[in-house]
């Protein structure tokens, strides 16, 4: 690569040869080099089991490499053709209330038909063996956005065996899942059903009777639809050998835990769709937590950014556009947390059907003078200006927030404390809180290895596994400090809890004791003062008893009043922090930035929340500073480094006043 990746998907095949032309003109002057091709091309690619027709495929890919592009090949698995499901009634999946769906939508395939997967694995393979050799071929993406659940009889089968490998024997799995309440004892492996609405369910899919079991298959679908990533790339393997593979993820996305997915792929892409929010600093921040957790994946490495839209989404009830300079803003955003390719959905306006209105590089008249496409232009000359400056860079920090799949599963279907408490939520406050003091952060994996950082949060760690207790307490006797919080330690890997005080393998370490833990109602707030201040709690209310931990913070309401709520205990060199309860922002920042203070890990630019700055560096030691200005208004900033301005030309001096525009970015090369 020259330069960051710049494209995005591109179906040609939706519209006449004589529109390609003015297609690949405007392609020219917005400076795209990269297309993915392919994604919905199964029904014209294989009109019918029997027969392929890879007329339509072949042009499309000779004129993007004759036009000098990279190419994304797509297995255009994510969504299958009529003639399938037609012939093959149970590939279509079977919803939570046992209905079987037929033909429609674009997520309908069952992840354990045996048709499905041989018919999708077979397309793959013949795609590789077709255009693996193409030298313009840069990366395979297989299938579109994974996602969804099956509760089918071959999916109960598929459990069923995915429990034997895991359990190997039902005396190990009546444990896990505490089968003795509710005389809930599995003799044979064949009387275990997939849990849904008729089974153990009580209030939809994540309210569940028996947490152990749900869990399961939670993991096991996870794993199933994982089956069938791994199934097409060995296809493709088989004519491939070297090109990478990978998938587009949705970031924050509760289903499917990608940890699990991660060894599979060869580098980690996601589509940057975010939730609307009127604050656009929370939604700069949100962006940032799914841009850490997806480079996280693997190890830190440069990610794809696989869809991002240029001006409008279509999938939401109010789909506002792009304000102006926010699509360079979020793009240079999403390079500075480590992206080397930033890639539209979608390169021209569908015609018709339900994407018809999400918004495109070239509108529905393929104009190039509008404002939408002068932007995107202008950011493709901005790419083109920085060349391959920060491509493979990493982004070095000393603060890593853990995410962990199960606990996000186990915590939200658990019945009790308080099923307001989103796992979510509760991580992006936190999440926030480290990115608005402005210090470099990973967010990893429960199993990351610790050893490089100076502090950890882990908030709601609901499920403790393996080591990781005995390598957080490392962690502290070394010097670090860890952060966790309420409703964290309580249950193992099972699902089960821990039959010792709260927080289980944490107390000892944290130097206290849960005795109650109360729940209120959304609008019952119980005041906590900490640092000076009064910040508001909510949710989860916890009574604890220190035993080793200094009090920092007391409730100031209800029985409890005056009793701890926030606490340190010193452990060798380190500390740990609790926090008993779930404070609103400000409660949350001001915890976090003690810690941090600590380590003398505030950023420069703390002061002014809404201005990023992130960094990145090269194997050979040159840093790169973003800054990025996320406030909507015009803000003055002093500069936090001597470096040269790639985008804005010119050098600047530490200290000096940098006058930023509203979506303002600044990529400074340190001197």
């Known amino acids: 690569m020259t330069q960051i990746g710049y494209g995005g998907d591109y179906n040609p ?25 392919g994604v919905f091309a199964w029904a014209h690619v294989q009109p019918a089991e029997d027969r392929y027709d890879f007329a339509v495929l072949d042009a499309i890919v000779d004129r993007a490499a004759a036009e000098g592009k990279r190419i994304v090949l797509a297995t255009p698995t994510g969504a ?38 041989r018919l999708s694995v077979a397309l793959a393979g013949r795609l590789a063996q077709r255009y693996g050799d193409n030298p313009a071929i840069v990366a395979w993406h297989v299938g579109n956005e994974y996602g969804g659940s099956c509760w089918c009889p071959a999916c109960g089968e598929g459990f069923r065996d995915w429990l034997r490998k895991s ?75 070297t090109t990478p593979v990978t998938t587009n993820f949705m970031g924050l996305y509760q289903p499917i835990d990608y940890h699990r997915w991660a060894p599979h792929l060869d580098f980690a892409s996601w589509d940057n769709y975010p939730p609307e929010d009127t604050s656009p600093v929370r939604t700069a921040a949100r962006m940032a937590l799914a841009h850490g957790l997806v480079r996280g994946l693997k190890g830190g490495q440069p990610f794809w950014v696989m869809e991002q839209t240029p001006s409008t989404t279509a999938s939401r009830d109010v789909n506002a556009v792009k304000r102006p300079g926010v699509l360079g ?43 939408v496409f002068r932007e995107v232009a202008a950011l493709g000359a901005e790419f083109a200006r920085v060349g391959d400056a920060v491509l493979g860079a990493r982004t070095p920090a000393r603060v890593a927030l853990l ?17 307001d408490v989103r796992y979510l939520q509760v991580v992006a406050a936190y999440h926030r809180a480290l990115w608005q003091a402005g210090t470099p952060l990973d967010v990893v994996p429960v199993t990351a290895d610790l050893s490089g950082y100076d502090v950890v949060v ?58 109650e833990t109360d729940a209120q109602r959304p609008d019952v707030v119980n005041p906590v003062a900490f640092g000076g201040d009064v910040h ?59 810690v ?35 406030s909507g208004s015009r803000l003055t900033v002093p500069c936090p480094a001597d470096g040269v301005d790639l985008l804005g030309g010119g050098a600047l001096a530490a200290g000096d006043d940098l006058e930023l525009a509203p979506a303002a970015v600044v990529l400074l090369r340190c001197q």
Not at 18 to 37: I, K, N, R, S
Not at 186 to 209: K, M, V
Not at 603 to 620: F, H, K, M, Q, Y
């Open 13 to 37: 095949e939706q519209w006449p040869r004589e529109v390609w032309d003015a297609d690949y003109e405007a392609f020219a002057l917005a400076g795209v080099d990269t297309l993915t091709v």
């Open 80 to 117: 299958m053709p009529p003639w399938l499901a037609h012939a093959y009634p149970d590939a279509c999946r079977v919803d939570f209330e046992g209905r079987r769906h037929v033909y429609g939508q674009r997520h309908n395939a069952c992840p354990s038909s045996s048709d499905f997967r």
């Open 167 to 241: 359990y190997g024997d039902l005396d190990r799995l009546n444990h896990a899942w505490n089968t003795t309440f509710w005389s809930h004892t599995f003799t044979e492996w064949e009387q275990i059903p997939p849990p849904n609405a008729l089974s153990e369910h009580w209030r939809g899919p994540d309210h569940t009777a028996f947490q152990g079991i749900t869990l399961d298959y939670k993991r096991f679908m996870s794993d199933a639809l994982l089956g069938g990533f791994v199934a097409e790339k060995a296809a493709i393997r088989e004519h491939v050998p």
């Open 329 to 371: 803003l979020w793009s240079w955003q999403s390079v500075a947390h480590g992206a080397d390719a930033v890639l539209y959905f979608q390169m021209r306006h569908s015609r018709g059907a339900c994407e018809k209105y999400h918004g495109a590089v070239l509108d529905h008249a393929g104009r190039t003078d509008t404002r």
């Open 403 to 419: 995410v962990d799949w199960d606990s996000w599963w186990a915590v939200e279907m658990s019945d009790g404390p308080n099923r």
């Open 458 to 515: 882990a908030p709601l760690l609901h499920m403790v596994k393996g080591d990781l207790a005995e390598r957080v307490a490392a962690l502290v006797e070394r010097g670090g400090s860890f952060l966790t919080t309420a409703l964290s330690g309580r249950v193992d890997e099972d699902d089960n809890a821990f039959l010792a005080d709260v927080p289980g393998p944490f107390a000892g370490l944290l130097g206290l004791r849960v005795e």
């Open 536 to 594: 508001d709690a909510r949710h989860v209310f916890e009574v604890i008893v220190p035993e080793s931990a200094e009090v920092l913070g007391t409730y100031g309401a209800d029985f409890y009043a005056g009793t701890p709520a926030i606490t340190r205990a010193a452990r060798g060199s380190g500390s740990a922090w609790y926090v008993g309860t779930l404070l609103d922002d400000a409660g949350v920042a001001a915890v976090v930035r003690s």
């Open 596 to 630: 941090l203070d600590e380590h003398g890990l505030v950023g420069p630019l703390a002061d002014v929340p809404a201005v990023e700055v992130a960094e990145r560096v090269t194997a050979s030691g040159e840093r790169y500073l973003f800054l990025l200005n996320h």
